[in-house]
């Protein structure tokens, strides 16, 4: 399973795209009033310090509309960046790309996936 700390991130960063998604801030407690639990309890699992059941996560996903794998395992592991440049240029980077995809159509925005899962097997051979 994974480590508290790492669950913690990804679920502060569900309530960020939340956020951007319906552009004001998603706070936690919208987030804990939307699960049916306490602010504090959605404090200390975004702090690492309280381990968030499986059924908690599948619930963070309906609610921020998020992929289905995203706190998958795979894709924990996959994503292991330790330099603080690097992170701060891809944050800005999906930052730019996530306000240019959001105009775009569904049927686009699915075109856009197709061509990174080619990027990706390229990459991967």
């Known amino acids: 399973m994974f480590d508290k ?14 956020s951007e998604k319906i552009g004001y801030k998603f706070t936690g407690l919208m987030l804990a009033n939307e699960l049916g639990l306490s602010r504090s309890y959605i404090g200390d699992i975004e702090a690492g310090r309280s381990p968030a059941p499986k059924e908690v996560l599948n619930k963070i996903i309906e609610i921020c509309g998020l992929p289905q794998n995203y706190f998958d395992e795979d ?51």
Do not use: P, W, Y
């Open 5 to 18: 700390k790492e669950i913690g991130k990804k679920v502060k960063q569900a309530r960020e795209i939340k």
């Open 75 to 125: 894709d924990f592991r996959s994503f292991s960046i330790t330099d603080d440049d690097e992170i701060n240029q891809l944050e800005q980077e999906f930052k730019l790309m996530f306000h240019k995809i959001k105009k775009l159509s569904s049927s686009d925005r699915q075109k856009i996936l197709k061509m990174i899962d080619i990027f990706e097997k390229e990459n991967n051979e």
